[in-house]
């Protein structure tokens, strides 16, 4: 059973919106703080964003504050990615994460991965 699993990427023009999804099994998804990283070609995976287990503390990227915003519900074991604003360099794809300790932009804290959404921008 694969532990998180994303949706709601796809193909948007640059200044547009997206929904991403991510739907946690398999462990107790309420004691985990989740991010977001996102891969482009040739790039190594980068932190986006991340959400503590309360909800309570957020953590973004400066490259994507102001424009991305995460967000999680416990009840329905999902956490989730709204961007706006998008641009051509938001392009990758995109990947939730959990982690059992404190919010982090270490991509080796975590240790359930999804099997990524492509995000797509054009111009």
């Known amino acids: 059973q694969v532990p998180l699993v994303e949706s709601g990427g796809g193909l948007v023009q640059a200044g547009g919106s997206l929904r991403l999804s991510c739907v946690a099994s398999?462990?107790?998804?309420?004691?985990?703080?989740m991010g977001w990283f996102r891969q482009a070609p040739g790039k190594e995976r980068e932190f986006v964003a991340a959400?503590?287990?309360?909800?309570?503390?957020?953590s973004y990227a400066d490259s994507v504050k102001g424009r991305f915003t995460i967000l999680r519900d416990n009840a329905k074991n999902t956490v989730y990615l709204q961007i706006n604003s998008l641009k051509l360099e938001d392009t990758a794809v995109y990947y939730c994460?959990?982690?059992?300790?404190?919010?982090?932009?270490?991509?080796?804290?975590?240790?359930?991965w999804g099997q990524g959404t492509q995000v797509t921008v054009s111009s």
């Open positions: 398999g462990f107790a998804f309420g004691l985990y703080a």
């Open positions: 994460a959990a982690t059992r300790g404190s919010i982090s932009d270490r991509p080796n804290l975590y240790t359930y």
């Open positions: 959400v503590s287990s309360s909800a309570r503390t957020t």
